[in-house]
T-cell receptor
Framework: KAGVTQTPRYLIKTRGQQVTLSCSPISGHRSVSWYQQTPGQGLQFLFEYFSETQRNKGNFPGRFSGRQFSNSRSEMNVSTLELGDSALYLC????????????FGPGTRLTVL | AQSVTQLGSHVSVSEGALVLLRCNYSSSVPPYLFWYVQYPNQGLQLLLKYTSAATLVKGINGFEAEFKKSETSFHLTKPSAHMSDAAEYFCAGGSNYKLTFGKGTLLTVNP
């Protein structure tokens, strides 16, 4: 089985721009979660999508949004970028088992200048 | 609030020495616990998970962890460190679809 893929791997944007990141989960996985990783705050949960619906949300401003398509692929959007949005954005897909084993992609490194 | 605490942001050991990375969780964290490893410029790889089946959990690459409810701990150990173990390690507790991570412990292995 192919793993979780994220595109692009690296992005450079300037303040005020918006960005869209993509995540393709493992085939058959219907849940996709997004995390932000920064040196200061560590790994923080952004949101989780299941069957095209946002099911859980972390404590991030409304500038962070996402969606999921019928094929379970997910996108994350950040509008009006700020310098503090520079981070590694990880997505994880979850299989239908009760033990919450998430499989992570390699991440997208976003740099905001 | 749920919390996972990793004691020691940086641990340094000699090759062949015991590795011990500490993790404590708050009692509000559901009893699904995980250790992940992250190599530079990569995502997270699952080392092992606790799902209440057994308190001593064996994972990949010779790592294991013991769940101790009385101490709310889930420490990660490896009897003999290898150079390839140098990486950052994250302890996490999970509710459905959402993981709460510790701050991470950077493991350095000295020759």
């Amino acid at each position: 089985k192919a793993g979780v893929t994220q595109t692009p791997r690296y992005l450079i944007k300037t303040r005020g721009q918006q960005v869209t990141l993509s995540c393709s989960p493992i085939s058959g996985h219907r849940s996709v979660s997004w995390y932000q990783q920064t040196p200061g705050q560590g790994l923080q949960f952004l949101f989780e999508y299941f069957s095209e619906t946002q099911r859980n949300k972390g404590n991030f401003p409304g500038r962070f949004s996402g969606r999921q398509f019928s094929n379970s692929r997910s996108e994350m959007n950040v509008s009006t970028l700020e310098l503090g949005d520079s981070a590694l954005y990880l997505c994880a897909s979850l299989g239908d088992n009760r033990y919450n084993e998430q499989f992570f992609g390699p991440g997208t490194r976003l740099t905001v200048l | 609030a749920q919390s996972v605490t990793q004691l020691g942001s940086h641990v340094s050991v000699s090759e062949g020495a015991l590795v011990l990375l500490r993790c404590n969780y708050s009692s509000s964290v559901p009893p699904y616990l995980f250790w992940y490893v992250q190599y530079p410029n990569q995502g997270l790889q699952l080392l092992l998970k606790y799902t209440s089946a057994a308190t001593l959990v064996k994972g990949i690459n010779g790592f294991e962890a013991e769940f101790k409810k009385s101490e709310t701990s889930f420490h990660l150990t490896k009897p003999s460190a290898h150079m390839s173990d140098a990486a950052e390690y994250f302890c996490a507790g999970g509710s459905n679809y959402k993981l709460t991570f510790g701050k991470g412990t950077l493991l350095t292995v000295n020759p």
